[in-house]
């Protein structure tokens, strides 16, 4: 602990001193001979409270802001709603994000660190869990995607990035949002917002429940979500209480291999908020989850894992304005974890971390954040995470940016200790380490109607951890050898991304983005199961806009064409189209997805449904 306490000093040393120093006044002049700013190219993520590690516009840095209840009426989960970023690789074992993984940047799916109110939800088991999120989706107001690395601001876990879904406290008055649909395959679907607010408090109970029968045998899921948050406001500031809980059982047929196996996941989440003054903020968060797994359905005494971990984290973080475009964030954080399986055994660690950010934003024509943070993990090792981004705004409507940044893993509890037929753990593995470079522009002409964004990245890797295994005689043989929890040596990615976004007219917009990424070949004789599974071209085309018809232009279409390319496969489309009344109490709804009826696998071996269909109605109803 040694480490920890000088690393916090030291930090803490930083920010005193920089706190004593004296603000100018808000109200300085131009002094002669100086150039006036240039106005900065508009951003689009709102800035965060000091709850947040950092308001990330303020990172320079690929910042990408979805706003669920801008979509049409009937998106219905946060997979659905990553698939609107090209960068995001959604591969899903199962409709309704009953199970599915998440790649930023052509990295593995446990390099994404996802995060709810800027508290974390990673489960420490296996990756293949994290986005199994006990939050309903109707709870969810606003998602922040991080594009590379986040180490800095959130610790392990964020080497590709991060996803923060945030809740948002209800307006004034009492509201009901209720919908009910229903679709092919004997899909169901039904979801209720409920809120209330009233001067300092405000209430918002949220739940879900989606069923569907399966597409082929032993498919059929159930997922369900219930949510109640609490806000007060009083002396000291808002006080914020989220309690949530979800059950998904699910038919698993070819998710680990040719078995009609069998799963069932619950999870618990609770966490409080408290903001002491304008500029403080303390918060605790705590998670348990467990996961039922049957390999033989029909027979379950034949192989089973059970698996219960917890999660914890507390955090005091802070945001002073030293000056009117210089912002210091920093704060302390402690997290732990720990599983209780009958597979796995019994495990627990701890992590503490002391981080500062400072950004300079609109110094004449440049803004810089400069950051760090000092990691200490159980056994005493620590892991020291820097990053630094610059702006330039080359003239009023375009901007350049560059950042780098370190980025830090720990092994899941998978990684060290599994074992089965197929698969082995390794308990000697060392926690992942890399280094993230990026460089772009944003660039908005002066009428505003488009958007257009770019850059080009570079993630160098160290002890990367992959599931491998030497390459034998024949694919019989290969096949047969089991999958090795190992430490990969420089495995590279480089890539591009880029969006653009044309306001066409008042109702309607088109949206393209497009992201490519190649990573090194692997090494001399190992097959890997997992870190060459990636997108290497994904492109994403969409038009919104609103219809005449029988109500006026209250109706709202949207269709999205997502072509992708894994690596080493053919590429494949998926179109999607939804309609629905965008006002007024009643609002029916239609949802095709897969219209083209492709037939497609994120995960190699597991086949995804063909065409769905999804039609119902939302009441939309509110007394204020």
């Known amino acids: 602990m040694k480490n920890l306490f000088l690393s916090l000093a030291l930090l803490l040393l930083f920010s005193s001193t920089l706190l004593s120093q004296q603000a100018p006044p808000s109200n300085a002049t131009v002094q002669p001979g100086s150039a006036p700013a240039q106005p900065a190219v508009a951003q689009g993520i709102s800035v965060m409270t000091a709850a947040e590690p950092l ?135 039904n979801h209720l917002r409920m809120s209330y607010g009233n001067g300092p408090f405000a209430e918002q109970l949220t739940g879900s429940r989606d069923t569907s029968d399966g597409f082929i045998a032993d498919r059929n899921y159930s997922s369900n979500a219930l949510a109640s948050e609490s806000w007060l406001k009083w002396k000291p500031g808002t006080t914020d209480v ?79 304005e030293l000056g009117k475009n210089t912002t210091l964030s920093y704060g302390l954080e402690e997290d732990g974890d720990s599983i209780h399986s009958n597979s796995l055994g019994v495990h627990a660690r701890n992590q503490g971390a002391g981080y500062a950010n400072l950004s300079l934003r609109a110094v004449r024509r440049f803004s810089l954040s400069l950051g760090a943070r000092d990691e200490v993990l159980s056994g005493g090792d620590n892991v020291f995470s820097p990053n630094v981004g610059v702006a330039y705004t080359l003239t009023h409507t375009v901007r350049l940016r560059g950042s780098a940044g370190h980025g830090l893993r720990l092994p899941t509890y998978v990684d060290l200790y599994y074992s089965d037929p197929t698969t082995v753990g390794n308990p000697n593995l060392k926690p992942e380490s890399s280094w993230s470079y990026e460089g772009g ?43 090795q929890a190992v430490n990969v040596q ?108 492709t037939g497609y696998q994120e995960i190699p071996l597991v086949p995804m449904q063909g065409r769905t269909i999804m039609g119902g109605m939302e009441l939309d109803w509110a007394k204020h």
Do not use: C
């Open 441 to 483: 522009l944003d660039w908005k002409p002066a009428n505003g109607r488009l958007t257009l964004t770019a850059a080009g990245f570079r993630l160098q890797q160290k002890d990367a951890i992959d599931y491998s295994k030497q390459q034998l005689a024949t694919a019989a043989l290969t096949f047969a050898e089991k999958w």
């Open 242 to 320: 989220l309690l949530a809980a979800s059950d998904r059982p699910y038919g698993a047929n070819l998710f680990y291999g040719p078995y009609d196996s069998w799963e069932r996941t619950k999870g618990w989440l609770a966490s409080v908020q408290q903001e002491i003054g304008t500029h403080t903020a303390a918060s605790f968060g705590y998670r348990r989850h467990s996961d039922l797994f049957v390999l033989f359905a029909d027979q379950p005494a034949i192989y089973e894992n059970n698996h219960i971990t917890t999660s914890y984290e507390g955090a005091l973080r802070r945001a002073d």
């Open 490 to 597: 420089n495995l590279n990615l480089t890539g591009a991304e880029a969006s653009a976004h044309l306001r066409l007219s008042a109702t309607q917009q088109l949206q393209f983005s497009y992201t490519a990424v190649q990573a090194g070949n692997p090494p001399p004789g190992i097959v890997s199961e997992y870190a060459y599974n990636y997108a290497a071209q994904d492109a994403i085309f969409a038009w919104t806009g609103t219809l005449p018809g029988v109500w006026g232009h209250e109706i709202t279409a949207r269709t999205q064409v997502n072509i992708v390319q894994k690596t080493g496969h053919t590429a494949y489309p998926l179109w999607d189209v939804n309609v629905a009344r965008n006002a007024g109490m009643v609002r029916p709804y239609l949802r095709l997805l897969n219209l083209s009826n």
């Open 55 to 189: 308001p990330l516009e303020e990172s320079d840095r690929s910042v990408d802001g979805l706003m669920p209840r801008e979509m049409p009426v009937g998106t219905d989960s946060v997979v659905d709603l990553l698939r609107d970023d090209s960068s995001l690789n959604v591969q899903a074992r199962e409709d309704e994000g009953v199970q599915a993984d998440l790649s930023i940047r052509g990295t593995t799916f446990e390099q994404s660190l996802i995060l709810v109110n800027g508290l974390r939800v990673n489960d420490p088991e296996t990756g293949h869990l994290n986005l199994d999120i006990p939050v309903p989706f109707d709870a969810i107001t606003r998602v922040d995607v991080l594009h590379g690395s986040g180490s800095t601001f959130y610790g392990s876990d964020a080497i590709g990035g991060a996803v923060n879904l945030l809740t948002g406290e209800p307006g004034a008055g009492l509201s009901v949002v209720a919908r009910s649909g229903a679709g092919n395959y004997g899909s169901l679907e």
